[in-house]
């Protein structure tokens, strides 16, 4: 069974510039949710997506926005990119949207450098 | 919103001996306590997890405890071994929260030396 796919694995950008990500969950799960995860910050929530719904926000500026697709696959896109948005960028699927009863299987991440 | 503390932030240990790992969290409304591992190059994966109406759980060398009114949790590894190094997360989220979002403490990088 193909695990959580996150592409590209690293990207580098420029300040200004935006940035789409890209997440394939693993096959009939349908809640997707991003992380950032910095050496600073650490992990932090970005957001959730069920049934192509936007379900959780986390603390993040509006440069950061998501959708999800009919197949469950999900990007998140980050515009007008500054240096403190490079991070390691996480994406975590389950099959439902109670945590207790559906583990959140995490892809391995994309890495993103702001130059 | 819920803030994690989670202690120490880096752990060294001899092959054999036990480590524990411990977590704070300040949201009343959390029930629900997950612990991760995270190897270099790799995603965390969950390792073992707990909810409010249950005081301790174990899984082999893993043990996870919680005391609700203190409002912390804490990992047991016993027999730790090399494979065992790696950096573990604690997290917290309420149980009937309409999602799956996750509050995680800051990390612990254990270190098992053979």
């Known amino acids: 069974k193909a695990g959580v796919t996150q592409t590209p694995r690293y990207l580098i950008k420029t300040r200004g510039q935006q940035v789409t990500l890209s997440c394939s969950p693993i096959?009939?799960?349908?809640?997707v949710s991003w992380y950032q995860q910095t050496p600073g910050q650490g992990l932090q929530f970005l957001f959730e997506?069920?049934?192509?719904?936007?379900?959780n926000k986390g603390n993040f500026p509006g440069r950061f926005s998501g959708r999800q697709f009919s197949n469950s696959r999900s990007e998140m896109n980050v515009s007008t990119l500054e240096l403190g948005d490079s991070a390691l960028y996480l994406c975590?699927?389950?099959?439902?949207?109670?945590?207790?009863?559906?583990?959140?299987?995490f892809g391995a991440g994309t890495r993103l450098s702001v130059l | 919103g819920e803030n994690v503390e989670q202690h120490p932030s880096t752990l060294s240990v001899q092959e054999g001996d036990s480590a524990v790992i411990k977590c704070t969290y300040s949201?009343?409304?959390?029930?629900?306590f997950p612990w991760y591992k995270q190897e270099l190059g790799k995603g965390p994966q969950l390792i073992i997890d707990?909810?409010?109406?249950?005081g301790e759980k174990k899984d082999q060398r893993i043990a996870v405890t919680l005391n609700k009114t203190a409002k912390h949790f804490s990992l047991h590894i016993t027999e730790t071994q090399p494979e065992d190094s790696a950096v573990y997360f604690c997290?917290?989220?309420?149980?009937?929260?309409?999602?799956?979002?996750?509050?995680f403490g800051g990390g612990t990088r254990l270190m098992v030396k053979p």
């Open positions: 975590a699927s389950s099959r439902g949207t109670e945590l207790a009863k559906n583990i959140q299987y």
């Open positions: 096959s009939g799960h349908r809640s």
């Open positions: 997506y069920f049934s192509e719904t936007q379900r």
């Open positions: 949201d009343s409304a959390s029930n629900y």
């Open positions: 707990i909810r409010s109406n249950v």
């Open positions: 997290a917290a989220s309420p149980l009937n929260n309409a999602g799956n979002m996750l509050t």
